[in-house]
């Protein structure tokens, strides 16, 4: 029987018993208790009873070497060392490999020799310790080829030997559980659909608000209520908690502060924080950038955190929580902060700033510092030195529609601010008129609209500031952006609160507020970079959605 079929169900069985190992293993490595042994043992207890189910010979036999490692560990017949435990993340990272390899083509022979030997190294002379107990993987499929490979995990059973309680059993009262993997692909279909059906009723309220027929009213409203439901309900299926990215940096940051020879204490809060899968996605480069630009930009040395009187162990948070209708990411330390005067040398040599606009402020710095190849490190390393860390951040946050902020403190450490939607199908917008065309503005930066008077208008130094409510605001006109000739009549504007500070764009006028669908596009070549995507009108007409960061 072939067995390929599956391979993706085993991929990502396999996937989350990997996150476990790791997780564990670093716990283990911060010296908790034995109970980590004890869960390590069940992951690759798992994945043991599921290569074999597959015929992955060499997962299996790398799984049982590590097993029976595991298992001495329990019982104390080998110590727990820094050998054990760096040998244990060498065996985890060839068994992931091994996974992904014999997963993703016909030949499940792969070369596992040298983990095995390792492994029985440090058990010979132990060896001989009894399973505690032996499962067997009862996927329906792997025993008849016309049956439907299981999609829930309450499908996966394990069967312990007689009189031994199996670890991780599914007690009877759960079997019942309504889990069920899906494909992500069914759920991002769905949201596709979901985003035409709010189009369409946008357009059916239209209708039945020029229309005196009662019934058609109360129709579309009992429509709209439930496109409305099910709009929340897609939408929340589709959001998953920020620690399903976040727990596979803890392995990254441990790496990468032992090649630094640095000390690193990595903390991840609100890891229960849910977002859309598609933001999630996305998110996760950024993220990783920062983590390692912090590490290696910075974190100090231990030395050189003694000498500055502080801890030989840094502190580095990633952090999540809700901030209005948009989730923020936090990646902080207390290392060093930001070297201005190496930042300042770099950007006079490259002509970005002169004398007269000094000192900086934070968002000038970030501005200098996530500019296309921008870097003060001279040397180029696997981690850093090729002037790609904070651009990739900044522009990929940016298509999101979110914002990026940064704030410093020389010696004391520096934290990046990452401000995301909570989902990228579907956001309420403000829809503003310039000439004859209608833009949509995300209102995640508005604050508030206002009529622009003539006495509300000056200009300071060649800039066009509004006075409100007794503050005066940069103004911006979408006309002047667009490339469409001024006008004389009356305007319209909206404060945006945005990293840089607040500022006010001016329309024509403003038709309205609507929930809009986003259809991402490629922008032509030459085109401003004012767009961050188009969408469908209530009248059926396409408009463009303002890039609010990039109009600034």
């Given amino acids: 029987m072939n067995t390929q079929r599956y391979a993706e169900l085993f991929r990502a069985e396999a996937r989350e018993r990997m996150a476990e190992m790791n997780t564990s293993l670093l716990a283990l490595e911060r010296g908790e208790g034995p109970e980590r042994v004890a869960e390590l043992f069940r992951a690759v207890h798992t994945v043991k009873g599921m290569s074999a189910a597959m015929g992955y010979e060499s997962v299996r036999d790398l799984s049982h070497a590590l097993e029976t490692l595991l298992d001495q560990l329990r019982h104390g017949a080998t110590p727990v060392s820094p050998a054990v435990i760096e040998t244990l993340f060498d065996s985890v990272d060839t068994l992931e490999s091994a996974i992904i390899s014999v997963s993703q083509s016909s030949d499940f022979s792969v070369d596992v020799s040298a983990a095995v030997g390792s492994l029985e190294s440090l058990t010979a002379g132990n060896d001989g310790a009894q399973d505690p107990f032996e499962a067997t993987m009862e996927w329906p499929a792997m025993k008849a080829a016309n049956m439907t490979p299981p999609v829930s995990r309450s499908r996966i059973r394990m069967t312990p030997a007689p009189g031994v309680a199996a670890v991780g059993a599914i007690p009877a009262a759960e079997k019942s559980h309504r889990f069920i993997r899906v494909d992500a692909a069914r759920l991002d279909t769905l949201m596709t659909l979901i985003g035409e059906l709010v189009i369409a009723r946008g357009r059916l309220q239209e209708v039945a608000r020029q229309s005196s027929d009662t019934n058609l009213s109360e129709a579309v409203m009992h429509a709209s209520q439930l496109i409305g439901s099910l709009q929340t309900e897609i939408t929340t299926a589709r959001m998953v908690p920020v620690g399903q990215a976040f727990e596979r940096f803890e392995r990254m940051v441990r790496d990468t502060a032992l090649s630094l020879g640095k000390q690193v204490s990595f903390e991840i809060l609100g890891s229960d924080i ?58 902080s330390d207390d290392g060093r902060g930001i070297d201005m005067e190496r930042v300042l040398e770099r950007a006079r040599a490259a002509g970005l700033v002169t004398d007269d606009q000094l000192p900086l402020s934070d968002a000038e710095t970030l501005a200098l510092i996530a500019r296309p190849g921008f870097s003060t490190t001279s040397r180029v390393t696997e981690i850093s030195g090729r002037g790609v860390g904070l651009d990739v951040v900044a522009t990929k946050v940016r298509s999101l529609g979110g914002a990026v902020e940064l704030s410093t403190d020389a010696g004391a450490g520096t934290e990046i601010r990452l401000e995301l939607p909570m989902t990228l199908a579907i956001i309420h917008a403000l829809l503003a008129r310039s000439e004859n065309e209608v833009y949509a503005l995300p209102i995640t930066h508005v604050v508030e609209t206002l009529v622009v008077s003539p006495d509300m208008v000056r200009f300071e130094d060649g800039q066009e500031i509004l006075s409100v409510r007794g503050q005066w605001i940069p103004a911006i006109r979408l006309r002047d952006r667009l490339g469409q000739p001024r006008r004389d009549a009356g305007a319209h504007a909206v404060v945006l609160d945005l990293p840089d500070g607040r500022m006010s764009l001016v329309v024509d006028e403003f038709v309205g507020q609507q929930e809009v669908v986003v259809k991402m596009f490629d922008a032509a070549r030459g085109m401003p970079k004012l767009f961050n995507g188009a969408t469908i009108l209530t009248n059926g007409s396409p408009a463009l959605i303002l890039d609010a960061q990039g109009i600034a």
């Fill in 274 to 331: 849910e977002v859309d899968k598609s933001v999630l996605d996305e998110v996760g480069d950024p993220v990783m950038h920062l983590l390692r630009n912090s590490l290696d930009h910075g974190v100090e040395t231990p030395a050189e955190r003694r000498t500055a009187g502080k801890p030989a162990m840094a502190r580095l948070t990633l952090s999540a929580a809700r901030e209005r209708s948009s989730v923020v990411v936090r990646v």
